[in-house]
């Protein structure tokens, strides 16, 4: 059994390693040996302050936001508790009053 990551493109099994990088080929994707090491690391999501979020945390909004698709706002100072991290341009899932399940860029928001 081979102990080679698999592509990170295709996922196929079927790579092999050439002068410290590793080669796929089915897809021709190429990577340094010492990359698929570094992303192992979880994505750590950062507000505007520059303070790392994790799930369940209670952020507040910095900026009225529109709601696409209604005529709703979500105002500043607005407190959304037990937010949930994915993976994204809007990287925050959460519940909001009033509003319901929505999506946030962390940008917008401060821990609270």
């Known amino acids: 059994m081979s102990t080679l990551p698999h592509c990170p493109q295709c996922k196929s099994e079927f790579t092999y390693e050439d002068n410290g990088t590793y ?3 089915e897809c021709a994707h190429e990577w340094s040996s010492t990359a ?4 192992d690391q979880p994505r ?3 507000d505007a302050n520059g303070n790392a979020l994790q ?9 009225d936001l529109k709601v696409k698709g ?16 994915v993976d994204g341009d809007h ?5 909001i009053d009033g509003i319901g399940q929505m999506s946030l860029k962390s940008e ?5």
């Open 23 to 25: 080669i796929c080929p």
């Open 36 to 39: 698929s090491e570094s992303t």
């Open 44 to 46: 750590v999501v950062h």
């Open 55 to 63: 799930d369940g945390d209670t952020v507040t909004v910095i900026k």
């Open 70 to 85: 209604s005529s709703l706002v979500v105002k500043v100072g607005t407190k959304v508790k037990n937010i949930r991290l």
């Open 91 to 95: 990287d925050i899932d959460c519940r």
């Open 108 to 112: 917008f928001v401060k821990k609270a």
